[in-house]
């Protein structure tokens, strides 16, 4: 073999050397990328159910969400704020999901779920005055993507039909 036959072998050699590093690099990044998806769920999942359940679990709070749920309005001011401390960051994390998906950055279904969770929740009479006093402080197309939610033929029932626990015990 000649030094010419030598120095093509060798391009061909280093040719598919390149092409099985750019495959590698790719699955590498895909993985990469999957293990974010799922730590991006996790923390989402982390962070609902502390703003759903961390109230939950004080007797006091609970009665407060539950009278909350069909009668903001009624709640002195000092409630109205208690309240306002719970269902607040949960149109914050719809919010920021609702932009995650606008940018591609996070699962189609995750925000499916997370849109689900807000229109069941905003459907609840309480939540619903409470979102028309507070909607002209939020985000104009977080706005606009939540009253589309509201106003698509599917929107899931309200959550305390779906989720009795969320209204008062009717002996009160």
């Not at 925000?111 to 619903?128: V, Y």
């Not at 002209?136 to 029932?157: I, K, M, Q, S, T």
């Amino acid at each position: 073999m000649d030094l010419t036959q030598l120095a093509n072998l060798a391009e061909i050699i280093g040719g598919i050397a390149v092409l099985v590093t750019l495959i590698y690099l790719a699955l590498q990044v895909q993985q990469g990328n999957l293990a974010q998806s799922r730590e991006t769920y996790r923390a989402l999942v982390a962070e609902l159910n502390s703003i759903l359940f961390t109230p939950m679990t004080d007797p006091d709070m609970m009665a407060l969400l539950q009278k909350s749920t069909l009668d903001f309005d009624s709640l002195s001011r000092h409630e109205q704020g208690m309240i306002n401390g719970v269902w607040s960051p949960l149109m914050v994390l719809s919010g920021e999901i609702f932009s995650a998906k606008k940018h591609g950055s996070i699962d189609p279904l995750m925000s499916h779920q997370q849109d689900f969770i807000t229109a069941s929740f905003l459907q609840m009479p309480g939540m619903a005055a409470w979102w028309e006093h507070l909607k002209p402080y939020w985000n104009p197309d977080v706005v606009a993507h939540v009253e589309g939610l509201l106003a698509c033929p599917d929107c899931p029932r309200p959550a305390h039909e779906m989720l009795p626990w969320y209204l008062p015990d009717e002996t009160e």
